[in-house]
Nanobody
């Protein structure tokens, strides 16, 4: 049984930082492509950042240079360091995983991911 549990969300002022964490159970981050998605009211869920098994990363344009995705294979955890936060970053952030999503152009696509967490709220 796979479970993804996010933490680290909260309220910050514009320009502030937050670090989101995802603690999976039932899967190893070293064997899966992992990603962060976000969704704000009235908008579609969008891919924010992803990291492949070989540590290749992908970011949506709006967060490049501000957000960094990383993982700890030994600790089996996924992170999203978010700096220079803007009001438009306000959303529910979700951790996602998929064993078979490997194409570079597919890493931020919603339909590619089969495992999802419940989300953590970020308010800027």
């Amino acid at each position: 049984h796979v479970q993804l549990v996010e933490s680290g969300g909260g309220s910050v002022q514009t320009g502030g930082s937050l670090r989101l964490s995802c603690a999976p159970s039932g899967l190893s981050v070293s064997d899966f492509s992992m990603a962060w998605f976000r969704q704000s009211p009235g908008k579609e869920r969008e891919g924010v950042a992803a990291i492949r098994r070989d540590d290749l990363t992908a970011y949506t344009d709006s967060v490049k240079g501000r957000f960094t995705i990383s993982k700890d294979n030994a600790g089996n955890s996924l992170y999203l360091q978010m700096n220079s936060l803007k009001p438009e970053d306000t959303a529910m952030y979700y951790c996602a995983a998929d064993r078979y999503c490997t194409g570079r152009g597919h890493l931020l696509l919603l339909a590619e991911y089969t495992e999802w967490g419940q989300g953590t709220q970020v308010t800027v």
